[in-house]
């Protein structure tokens, strides 16, 4: 694993390579196209296309593992070519296409059909770009890097809500005309990466392995502890649709249902590079800790929550809570997989987190049908609550890995 003692290096935006940015930003305006279709789409699904929350909760967890499973061979791909752009632009060019298909959409099965090509297009772009941000950026500062892709990506998550909120008033609530919007975003992010992200020579030079699922057991342990600690909190942590879903069930009004994610993703992109510092600096295994206590605690007040106003609040800790983990955890992958597996190792780990978000996607739908909209917040608390005392009853490989860094 290739190491880097300097760590006095400064973890500022000038130390970060041109081509982190190019990444960041066309995460940036892909994801302002995204999260202004997603802002709307559970509404969308239940007001227009007359869809259960079953239904909801079943295509939004189909959507992310199938995004997962495409990580995997797609990642082990980039591997084994020694090229990741090439991959990276395929994927997000897949998703820009299947924009014009949700505002066309006459049925909940055209829906399905464009949220399964579109997370397609995100597994096929997702571990080759988590992999090419370890390959350009200097290892003492990976967590600043994975930081500030985090925070851009998350900056486009409320800017699309906001334009969301913006173009219903424009155009009096027809979710239809608001969806086109999210089309020219899409294409602006394919346009940046083609033209401005440029692969380190030293990829491929190391790749060329073939391909075998032995190459997984070529993995240390230290990096299956990342993947079961991974695949653990997403089972605490359902779709975001939820929030949505949760907003609109307490009375916020249908064209402003998308502040509910602006709220979120606005903490989220604000915490998102101060927490990748950190990740480099202080105690990774309090990071997760802390990040746990939020998520809790947001999901006992989105439980409670009476009103509209509370439900912002429980968006809020929840973007604060992806600030302190999420760029965290790919950090984590990137350093305890060996170089020339890296795009393997972030597909594997998103194959089990998308499983796990499949299997917790589908239990909240089902609890808030069976039992009501508490019950799927309750129980996302108390997965929660097991993975901190988890994480505080396992004291060994923790002081190797979730302290300071692997084996530090």
Do not use: C
């Amino acid at each position: 694993m290739d190491r880097d003692t300097s760590r006095s290096a400064p973890a500022t935006f000038r130390g970060l390579p041109a081509g982190i940015w190019a990444l960041g930003l066309g995460s940036l305006f892909m994801d302002i196209s995204s999260e202004l279709i997603h802002s709307l789409l559970p509404a969308f699904m239940v007001t227009v296309l007359g869809a259960s929350m079953v239904t909801i909760g079943l295509i939004e967890g189909v959507a992310e593992a199938t995004a997962a499973v495409t990580k995997v061979f797609s990642g082990a791909l980039s591997d084994y070519l020694g090229k990741r752009k090439f991959l990276l632009v395929l994927g997000y060019a897949l998703g820009a296409f299947t924009k014009p298909i949700f505002p066309l959409a006459p049925s909940i099965g055209w829906v399905f059909t464009a949220r399964f090509v579109d997370r397609v297009g995100k597994g096929i772009r997702g571990a080759p770009r988590d992999a090419l941000v370890a390959d350009l950026a200097p290892p003492s500062l990976r967590g600043a890097a994975y930081g500030l892709r985090q925070a851009l990506d998350s900056i486009g998550a409320f800017v699309g809500p906001v334009l969301a909120v913006a173009f219903m008033v424009w155009f009096a609530d027809d979710i239809r005309s608001v969806m086109w919007v999210a089309v020219v975003p899409a294409f602006v992010a394919v346009a940046l990466l083609a033209l401005y992200v440029r692969e380190p020579q030293r990829a491929g030079a190391e790749a060329r392995a073939p391909l075998s699922v032995a190459d997984a057991r070529r993995l240390p342990s230290r990096y299956w502890l990342v993947v079961l600690l991974g695949a653990v909190f997403t089972l605490a942590r359902f779709s975001e649709a939820f929030l949505l879903l949760r907003a609109q069930d307490v009375g916020l009004a249908l064209g402003y249902v998308p502040l509910v994610l602006i709220a979120m993703n606005v903490f989220y992109a604000a915490l998102a590079y101060p927490a990748g510092m950190a990740a480099d600096r202080v105690s990774q295994r309090t990071l997760l800790l802390v990040g746990l206590a939020l998520l809790i605690v947001a999901d006992l007040v989105l439980a409670a929550a009476p009103s509209p106003p509370l439900v912002f609040v429980g968006a809020a800790l929840w973007g604060v809570h992806m600030a302190l983990t999420q760029g965290l955890l790919s950090k984590l992958v990137a350093d305890t997989a060996p170089a020339a597996l890296r795009g393997t190792a972030f597909g594997v780990f998103n194959l089990v987190s998308g499983g796990a978000l499949l299997l917790a996607s589908v239990i909240a739908g089902a609890l808030w049908s069976a039992v009501g909209a508490s019950a799927t917040f309750l129980a996302g608390a108390a997965f929660a609550a097991v993975t901190a005392v988890g994480l505080l009853a396992y004291r060994t490989t923790p002081h190797a890995v979730l302290q300071r860094g692997p084996l530090r």
